[in-house]
């Protein structure tokens, strides 16, 4: 099954990353968490960013970190090689949507969450 890797993870419940995690644990959807607060999601380690974990077979990367934020980390999530990313509401930002085109990323501007509860994810 594909493999999808959550950049942003939190294991806050107010947070659409849990809320997100808590749809694909429903779907059997394997993920990986990745964020800067570690804990345990959906029975899933939180991995630590700043530790740039290596993750294989990637399929997509589901976004929930703002565009502020996420120059620091390209290069870590080209490095995965998705197949695509999805940027999720506010985390919009051309300059990587650019950058992952030249590396043939697919990218989507969308929600996850609307993504699964239409089928389409």
Do not use: H
Not at 20 to 33: D, H, L, Q, S, Y
Not at 39 to 66: Q, R
Not at 71 to 85: A, C, G, N, T, V
Request: aromatic share 10%.
């Amino acid at each position: 099954m594909k493999k999808t890797v959550i950049i942003g993870a939190s294991t806050n419940t107010s947070r659409y990353s849990y809320l997100a995690a808590g749809m694909f644990a429903e779907r059997n959807i394997p993920v990986v968490p990745v964020g800067i607060k570690t804990g345990i999601l959906f029975e899933n380690e939180i991995l630590n960013i700043k530790e740039k974990p290596e993750i294989k077979d990637v399929d997509t990367v589901t976004l929930y970190l703002g565009p502020q934020n996420q120059p620091e980390w390209y290069d870590y999530i080209l490095s995965l090689k998705p197949k695509r990313i999805i940027f999720n509401p506010g985390t919009e930002n051309p300059e990587f949507e650019k950058l992952a085109k030249e590396k043939g990323i697919d990218t989507w501007e969308a929600c996850t969450l609307v993504l699964m509860s239409t089928g389409q994810y």
